[in-house]
């Protein structure tokens, strides 16, 4: 029964209810912009900046702490320089950007011949077949 009361104590948690969807009024758009006048500016990427959320500062790891409160101000700058805009304003600042391309690393099967952990359990298996 203990299984059941679990569940049923799932059950009764209320589920946090959904923000309501608000449409951004502050946009950062990266992108790119021919050289010739009058071109039009290509977004690649938009971010609507009015949504995010200031990340509090937790943690140990003193470097991290500071990476976290740099990431806090640029995101603090970015907003206040698009709260000064007017409605309908945009503005073009070019600047020189890097773009890091990742891929995760897949996790990859441990090597049973060559791990020591296993080797004591050879022994306690071989006798269940």
Not at 61 to 67: H, L, S
Not at 77 to 84: I, P, T
Not at 110 to 118: I, K, Q, V
Request: aromatic residues 6%; glycine residues 10%.
């Amino acid at each position: 029964m203990g299984i059941l009361n679990h569940v049923a104590a799932a059950a009764a948690t209320p589920v946090e209810a959904k923000k309501p969807f608000v449409k951004s009024e502050y946009w950062v758009n990266f992108g790119d912009q021919s050289e010739a006048e009058g071109t039009p500016f290509i977004s690649v990427l938009g971010i609507p900046m009015d949504g995010f959320e200031v990340k509090p500062i937790t943690g140990k790891n003193a470097e991290w702490r500071q990476m976290q409160a740099a990431k806090n101000d640029a995101q603090n700058a970015l907003l206040s320089a698009l709260e000064k805009l007017k409605p309908g304003e945009e503005r073009i600042m070019p600047f020189t950007m890097m773009v890091q391309l990742r891929r995760a690393a897949g996790s990859e099967a441990p090597d049973a011949e060559g791990n020591p952990h296993l080797a004591g359990l050879s022994g306690l298996i071989a006798g269940c077949d």
